[in-house]
Each structure stands twice: as C-alpha cells, then as structure tokens.
C-alpha cells in the first residue's frame, strides 16, 4: 500500500470572483454612504414651515425657509413643522368633504341658568414657539380642543342662556378667547390663538329652541325699530337745530339793523335840528318843501312872495302846460 501524501492546493488556480468587481462593491458602498450622508444632512424648510434642530436630542435652534446643512443623524435632527400656517380646528362638529357632523358631547354644556345649550366654534391657530410646542405638550391639537371646550364651558357656565343666544353672544367669544389664550400661556404650549369665532349658539332643537327664536326675532325686531327711531333723531334734531340758530342769527341781524337805522335817524336828526338852530327860517322852509315832494310826489308845487300888497298874476294854465304841447302849438301855427 502506497503512502498518503497531503498536497497542498494550487495557488495559481483561477478564483470564482470576476476581475473588478470588488472595486465595484466598494464604489457602490461608498456612493450608498455618499447618499445617505448627503440625504441626512441637506434639508429644505417651506415658506410656511420653521424646522426645529435638536442635537443629541437637545434642542438647539430653528431654522427658517431655505436649503439647510446639518450633522448626520443620530447627532443632529431636523423637525420641519408648518408654524406659520394658521391651522384650524372644529369644537362641537366636525367638517370632512363638505359634510358637517354635530360632536354632542363637545357642543352640549350647561348655562349659568341652569339651562342646556349647544355651542359650536372654531379655532385659528399657529406655533409661536418651537421648543415650548414640542416639549411641553404631547398632541398639540388634542390638548388645544380640550383647552377650548373648557374656555367654552367655563364661560358659558356664568352667561345666562337669554344672554348668550341674543345681544351676549359677541361678549361671550372675546371672554373665550381670553381665557384660552390665558391656558396657553399658563401652560406654555408655543401655542398662538389666531381667532376664536362662535358658528351656532342656540338651544337644543324642540319647543324650546323655537320659542327662544321667537324670543330672539323679537328682539331684533325692536332693535330694529329703535334703530330706525334714532336715525330719524338724528336726521330730525340736527336740521331743527340748524334751523333754530338761522332764526337766532336773523333776529341777531334784524337787531342789529334796526339798532343802526335807529342810530342813524337820531343822527340825521340832531344834525338837521344843528341846521335849524342856526338858521331857523331856511330850515323851515326846506323841511317844509321836502315834506310836500313826499306826501305829493306828483304835484306841480309854486312859490311866490305874497308880502306886497298889489295882487299879482300867476299864469298856472301857461306854467302848467307840458314842453311837448308848448312845441306842438308852435309848430301848428307855424304851418298855419
């Protein structure tokens, strides 16, 4: 029997692996590394969007909308959140492909009366804060609805129901509103209220609802009267008071006027009477003369001296005759 002799394997026999292709593996390798580097560390943040960074799980800063670097993951995070867009969210209903559903256990609370009302709102509402809205609450829009039902409820819960279905109801938002942002900064949510708008506050539907809607027609209606009976004030007083015064103005004016004439005539007076004393006779004679154009505007008025004692001839049919006739007579004769 021959010995067995252990040989050892070929060292020059072809390996089963392709030329190149370790090269390739490792290419592709680094290329995956390149690209998952590059997809964990370049980010891009929306107009409407800020992006919170938290390194080592710290927060560290926010970003705003551009194309960002960061450090890999898990050194550094980047959360993009839409903080400035206003968000909204439904108390008592919710809406879904334009079809409303009334939420009963969020709509219905007690007045301060004692009565039972359904009360629907809506919430506008952004991020103020990114650290405060990420740490600090768990479900932003969870807590947020909670924290508006009970600012609903608190408020409505001291209105009576009269007051809060008829000229209350604009009050009793803005109290709302307070109060939930007052939450908000209580508890440090990052959390900004945006508005608070009531869609329905109304009693349940029934009798009761419709007697309360006869309640608030009524009212409206006597507002309405009241306001067209102010309206009809003040478009009445002004005019009566505008009037008033041209009055008092025109008698101010008569006043004065007469006050002047009044002054005048005395004036006129005293200087005639100054005339008189120094010449009583010329005076005299010429009030009396002005006297006679007056009381007979149209006479025909002749003076003469009547001191001596022969009668005189006064020719009044000659002196009476009008220039026109005189000329008429002559040229008559003269064709004669």
Do not use: C
Request: no cysteine; aromatic share 6%; hydrophobic share 40%.
């Amino acid at each position: 029997m021959e010995p067995f002799v252990l040989q050892e394997p070929d060292r020059r026999q072809p390996s089963s692996v392709p030329p190149g292709i370790t090269r390739k593996i490792i290419a592709g390798v680094i290329g995956l590394l390149v690209l998952i580097f590059g997809w964990s560390t370049f980010y891009t943040v929306q107009e409407h969007e800020k992006a919170a960074i938290l390194t080592l799980g710290k927060f560290t800063g926010e970003k705003e909308a551009g194309l960002h670097f960061k450090l890999p993951y898990p050194l550094q995070q980047a959360i993009v959140l839409p903080a400035k867009k206003t968000q909204r969210i439904q108390i008592g209903f919710r809406e879904a492909n334009g079809k409303i559903t009334p939420v009963e256990e969020e709509a219905m609370m007690i007045t301060g009366d004692e009565n039972i009302l359904s009360a629907d709102a809506v919430v506008e509402w952004n991020i103020s804060d990114m650290r405060d809205y990420l740490y600090n609450i768990d479900n932003a829009e969870q807590f947020l609805r909670n924290s508006a039902s009970a600012a609903i409820r608190s408020v409505i819960g001291s209105t009576a129901l009269d007051f809060a279905i008829t000229e209350g109801k604009t009050e009793v938002q803005g109290k709302v509103k307070e109060r939930l942002i007052e939450m908000q900064t209580k508890y440090e949510t990052g959390i900004h209220i945006v508005d608070l708008k009531f869609q329905d506050i109304e009693p349940p539907a029934g009798d009761v609802q419709n007697a309360f809607k006869d309640v608030t027609n009524a009212r409206e209606e006597k507002n309405t009267k009241i306001n067209v009976a102010q309206k009809y004030e003040n478009d009445i007083l002004p005019r009566e008071r505008g009037n008033a015064q041209a009055l008092l103005e025109n008698a101010e004016a008569q006043k004065k006027s007469r006050i002047l004439n009044a002054q005048g005539d005395v004036a006129k007076f005293n200087a005639v009477y100054a005339e008189y004393v120094n010449n009583k006779s010329v005076t005299e004679s010429r009030l009396v003369l002005e006297t006679l154009e007056k009381i007979l505007p149209n006479a025909k008025i002749f003076v003469s001296d009547s001191t001596g004692e022969t009668v005189k001839y006064l020719p009044i049919n000659e002196l009476l005759r009008t220039p026109a006739a005189t000329t008429g007579q002559a040229q008559g004769g003269a064709a004669k």
